[in-house]
């Protein structure tokens, strides 16, 4: 599985999970995915074939239910909450930790087609 981190994560977790050998990415590090929409962003994971990485459900639960009305696929969301997953500096290996144990758990770029999932 190939991820898109939002906005919300520190582009060192894409490049520690890429250090363990992870397909992964964050908004941070990519001029051309900076200050996108939500519907852009997830219409550019889906262009790379990648699942979004999000504490932002509401917003994403809606694009979701969108695809899935006019039939479009998706290759995923992973959600993540502040309270399970707390975001700081502190937190930055416990995350990419779960996302990496994640990754292994599914490591097809087909594992969460058309599918969410809660992180951890």
Do not use: C, K
Request: charge should be negative.
């Amino acid at each position: 599985m190939r991820l898109l981190l939002d906005e919300h994560f520190s582009r060192h977790i894409a490049e520690q999970l890429r250090t363990r050998g992870h397909d992964a990415v964050a908004v941070g590090e990519r001029a051309d995915l900076a200050g996108l929409a939500d519907d852009e962003l997830f219409a550019a994971a889906q262009q790379e074939r990648r699942a979004i990485v999000t504490e932002n459900w509401a917003d994403f639960a809606r694009l979701l239910d969108r695809a899935a009305a006019d039939g479009a696929g998706h290759y995923g969301v992973v959600f993540t909450s502040r309270r399970r997953l707390p975001r700081s500096r502190a937190t930055i290996g416990l995350i990419t930790d779960a996302l990496a144990a994640f990754l292994t758990a599914h490591p097809s770029e087909e594992a969460l087609r058309d599918a969410s999932r809660w992180l951890p």
